[in-house]
């Protein structure tokens, strides 16, 4: 039987080889075409079927408001979903884990007689392997939903929540039908639907058990709610003779309305339908009629809904991870995923994939396998633009795998090199001093691979950067010469380690730009790296030894404001050090005071411009579009500043590139960890470069600036890359100043 | 025949939820979701195009529920049932409906936001009508419209007590092959809603 010779691709508790695995699905000439072309209409179809809603965000914010109050209300609300079941007749059992659904599930099918069982789909039965407990007792399974069935006979996992064989194409399809039924069945996609549909009518008919998940359970009533567009889930609670419910206690919902908040969104961002063919709606036993000893007889379908927890209640105790109640699984976010839709679902391990695959499987299955893959989210934040529940996926992430670095430490390397040698700042900068003077990458095993500025194995595809021979803390004293006479602020620049080591220039302009705005520019020597490239392997108290350096380091200078042209370090100064001292009062008081001085660059430059009436639009004949960076425009919120600074630049003609917002594949320490899939995302990114007609992609974050040089330097030579600052510090030196242009 | 609510209208139905007012939206909704959409002003109307589409699909068989709550429905049935095989008893239904050409049924109103028919099917008889044949035919009163899903559900809420319900928008359909829609992979492939003016409470003459 099929999913009986399962042989999925890996299981869970198996030592991986990732990059291995990764490398194969990124030579999968099918799924990457497959992939790349539903990512391609998936935005505008989404839009699409929220054309005629008032508000997304309204929407979001309900789903969310639900959600919340319900995890916090979870054990309430699940003995009313109890009651109501039992009230209707139906059996109630609770289940802890995946052995114990086993267990109820084995019992009722020997007490019922059951020997042929149809499902739809649920994750729930799949994250706990129900189909192969079911089948070594003999019983005779059948997923309905027809990619599962496909999938099942395939003996592979699903690569999406909602579309689970999408990385198949029609002739591998038409193989495993043809394996299957032991006939010869031709690639013909009507054909294949019209077999599909003989075979399993046959299933639905002949099935004693029907077994489904939920994609809501009403406490209210006890109806559970399910979702498809093929009707199968249908026909499972019709049929047969017994309807099983395995859902999760992420499904419950308090009220009949509540169901509404959820049926606005799952449909349109799951699938980009304003409403899927059919929305199911069972509450209690129903009437079924069977034929039963040769003679047809009416009776009460026996209805068992079984509530797992499997790591749900822990989670719904948890003031971080309960935020994962608010998935509703319409696998949204892998949709816009850069990383998943380069390698698919599989690579991701468990049943559930992508980020969110990530954080489930952290929370359900186990911790081992989960920080096994959660580098392959490289915090690019685009998921949370969209998911209907605004599950702050990144977040929840990092808040894992800072729990699983505090129980089980970092690897050696890593360790030493992030204790002794980012928290003692001249050691680090000596270190980066002598990668200048060998002009080559210094390769240190575990611990360089973390830092932006070291790029072992980094060649293919891009130029690397060399080191500044004069880093910029090394320049201040002649630029702060400069500095004007009666400022209107002082500001003290951070500079973060690339622009102090690799693009001191940059951090040139920025004080140009700065000292033009009658601002005078200080640099506290003692400032280091922002830590997020610790807080990115989650050592969470190393990274609370280097703020509190650079918290100490800023409060001295008595400085207005504090700048920074990265808005990952802006970003990381400004919120993450509030969150790292959330737990200490004193230091909580002194990184909220500090975080409330920083400021962007770009934003804050666009509007001191604005305020000088220096933000007109001009026209200009160089071509210039602009690339987000996630952490400028995702992370802070800011994107139409920098496109306002460029439109009113001198001599610019402002374009816009395809997905200029989509991640260029840097991200910190995952451009050196995953090369082979921050390379494909660079090139892409290279290529709407190049569709835009550019002559020049501004940036405003240095790391960006990194990876687009390094490749259009080999792709596209001609185009070059700058940074904001550099565009504007060159506009001034040309005589454009403040004092002039008023 | 078993229903979650006896009587819809009365009460579930208000006028500042349920209002012909939303056709228009649901039309254009139902019709995005490939449902067909068959406006007709009254029941003979209906029974004519019943009769077209029974000959050319060359109909042998129908299974149909509701004639025993619409006396013009029951009318209509036995006008049907001269040209072809017709089932109204549930054990008739549901021994013939996975060989039957065509199910009819009724909608109690209609979506405006999706155009999804709101169907009440506590009766296993009201769901295979729906599921198992090839074409589903649903009847609907075109002034029983609401809104959007929100006002649905706070009609829903008001009588769903127990049973079995839910909304139908457009035929069964996969894209689980290389993301080409199909329809009719489980379900109907044809979904047609006959929407009549009059109503469907009204006697034929
Ligand atoms: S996290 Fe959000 S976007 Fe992702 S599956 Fe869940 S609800 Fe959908």
Redesign the interface.
């Known amino acids: 039987m099929a999913a009986g010779k399962l042989r999925y691709e890996h299981e869970e508790h198996e030592q991986r080889n990732l990059h291995k695995e990764i490398k194969v699905k990124l030579k999968d000439g099918v799924m990457r075409d ?1 992939l790349s ?2 990512v391609n209409e998936y935005p505008a179809a989404r839009l699409k079927a929220y054309d ?1 809603v008032v508000s997304i965000d309204r929407l979001r914010d309900d789903l969310r408001d639900m959600k919340e109050w319900t995890v916090d209300h979870i054990d309430e609300v699940a003995d009313e979903f109890e009651a109501s079941i039992k009230a ?1 007749g139906g059996h109630f059992f609770r289940a802890k884990d995946g052995d114990e659904v086993k267990e109820i599930l084995l019992k009722i099918c020997e007490q019922e007689q059951v020997r042929r069982i149809v499902k739809s789909k649920s994750m729930a039965t799949e994250e706990i392997h129900l189909n192969q407990a079911l089948e070594e007792k003999g019983l005779h399974v059948r997923e ?4 599962e069935w ?1 999938l099942s006979v395939a003996g592979q996992k699903p690569s999406h929540m909602v ?4 990385h ?3 002739e591998q ?1 038409a193989g495993f039908f043809s394996e299957e039924l032991h006939e010869d069945v031709p690639s013909d ?2 054909y ?2 019209h077999t ?2 003989r075979v ?2 046959e299933e ?2 002949s099935a004693d058990m029907g077994i489904t998940g939920a994609n809501f359970g009403i406490a209210e ?3 559970i ?1 399910l979702v498809t ?4 889930a ?2 499972v ?3 047969p003779r017994i309807h099983v419910v395995i859902l999760g206690y992420e499904k419950l919902i308090p ?3 509540d ?2 908040k959820i ?2 969104l799952l449909p349109r961002n799951g ?1 980009c ?12 036993p ?5 034929e039963k000893d040769g003679q ?1 007889v ?1 009776e009460e379908r026996k209805q068992y809904v079984i509530l797992l927890d499997n790591g749900r209640l822990r989670a719904a105790a948890d003031p971080k991870l309960k935020q994962v109640y608010q998935c509703v699984r319409c696998a949204s976010c892998l949709n816009v995923c850069p990383i998943w839709t380069l390698v698919g679902g599989h690579v991701y391990g468990h049943i559930y994939s992508g980020g969110i695959g990530a954080i489930l499987t952290g929370l359900l299955n186990n911790m081992e396998s989960f920080s096994q893959f959660s580098d392959l989210c490289i915090g690019c934040r685009k998921c949370m633009t969209i998911c209907p529940g605004k599950v702050p996926i990144p977040d929840l992430i990092d808040e894992l795998r800072s729990r699983y670095v505090k129980e089980h430490g970092l690897g050696l390397p890593e360790k030493t090199a992030f204790r002794h040698i980012l928290t003692h700042r001249k050691v680090f900068h000596t270190l980066l001093r002598m990668g200048a003077l060998a002009q080559k990458p210094v390769e240190s095993g575990g611990f360089i691979r973390h830092l932006p500025l070291f790029f072992a194995g980094m060649t293919k595809g891009r130029s690397l950067p060399a080191i500044a021979a004069r880093p910029f803390r090394d320049r201040t004293e002649e630029l702060f010469r400069e500095n004007p006479e009666k400022p209107v602020l002082r500001a003290a620049f951070f500079s973060g380690c690339n622009m102090d080591f690799v693009f001191p220039g940059t951090g040139e302009s920025v004080v140009k730009v700065l000292q033009d705005l009658n601002i005078e520019v200080i640099y506290p020597e003692q400032q280091s790296c922002c830590g997020k490239p610790v807080l990115g392997t989650g050592d969470r108290e190393t990274a609370k030894i280097i703020a509190r350096q650079n918290i100490e380091a800023f409060e001295e200078t008595k400085a207005d404001i504090i700048v920074s042209a990265c808005p990952t370090c802006a970003e990381t100064l400004e919120k993450t050090y509030v969150e790292l001292f959330a737990d200490d009062p004193e230091w909580s008081e002194r990184a909220k005071a500090f975080g409330a001085k920083v400021r962007e660059f770009t934003s804050f430059v666009a509007e001191c411009y604005r305020q000088a009436g220096r933000l007109m639009p001009t026209a200009g004949t160089e071509k210039v579009t602009y690339h987000d960076s996630c952490h400028i425009r995702r992370g802070l919120g800011v994107y139409k500043e920098p496109r306002e600074l460029l439109k009113a630049a001198p001599g610019v003609d402002f374009v816009e590139m395809k997905d200029c917002d989509k991640c260029c594949g840097m991200a910190g320490a995952f451009g050196v960890k995953y090369s082979e899939i921050s390379l494909p995302m660079l090139k892409e990114k290279v290529n709407n470069i190049k569709a835009s007609g550019a002559d020049t992609v501004a940036v405003a974050c240095p790391a960006c600036l990194m990876q687009l040089r390094g490749g259009l330097d080999q792709q596209a030579p001609d185009i070059r890359v700058r940074h904001i600052a550099d565009i504007l510090a060159e506009n001034i030196a040309a005589g454009h100043s403040q004092a002039e242009s008023m | 025949m ?1 229903k979650v609510c006896n009587d819809w209208p009365r009460e579930a139905f208000t006028d500042e939820l349920v209002s012909g007012k939303y056709w228009n ?1 649901f039309s254009v ?1 139902a019709k ?2 490939a449902a067909e959409l068959w406006r007709v002003p009254d029941m003979l109307e209906a029974r004519r195009k019943l009769e077209e589409l029974i000959e050319s699909l060359a109909v042998k068989k129908v299974v149909a529920v509701g004639g025993g709550e619409l006396p013009a429905l029951d009318y209509l049935y036995d006008e049907l049932a001269k040209r072809t095989e017709l089932y109204t008893d ?2 008739d239904i ?2 013939q409906a ?1 060989q039957a050409d065509l199910g009819i049924s009724v909608a109690e109103f209609g ?1 405006g ?4 028919v709101c169907v009440d099917t ?4 009201s ?2 009508v729906g ?1 198992l044949p090839p074409v589903h035919v649903v009847f609907l009163d075109p002034a029983y419209m609401v809104r ?3 006002t ?3 009609v ?2 008001k009588v ?21 829609l ?1 329809l ?4 109907p492939s044809r979904f047609i809603i006959m929407a009549v003016e009059q109503g469907l409470e009204r006697q034929v003459h």
């Open positions: 497959a072309r539903f005629n209707r309905t939903d027809l990619g496909m579309m689970p064989a999408i198949l194409n029609r399809c996609i009507p294949m639907i599909a549909r399993l009518r639905f008919l009533n006890g109806a709610g567009n093929e009707g199968n249908r026909l609670t019709t049929m009220k009949v309305r169901a509404a049926l606005r699938t339908q304003r409403m899927t063919s059919y929305m199911t709606m069972v509450d209690g129903t009437p079924v009629i069977y047809l009416e | 078993l939206d909704n995005a979701a549930k054990f549901a021994r996975p979506v936001e999706t155009g999804s506590y009766a296993f008889e769901r295979v599921m959007d899903v929100e649905a559900f706070e829903i809420e769903f007590k127990s049973g079995y319900m839910g909304f139908i928008t457009g035929p069964s359909r996969t894209a689980d092959i290389e993301r080409v199909s009719g992979v489980h379900g």
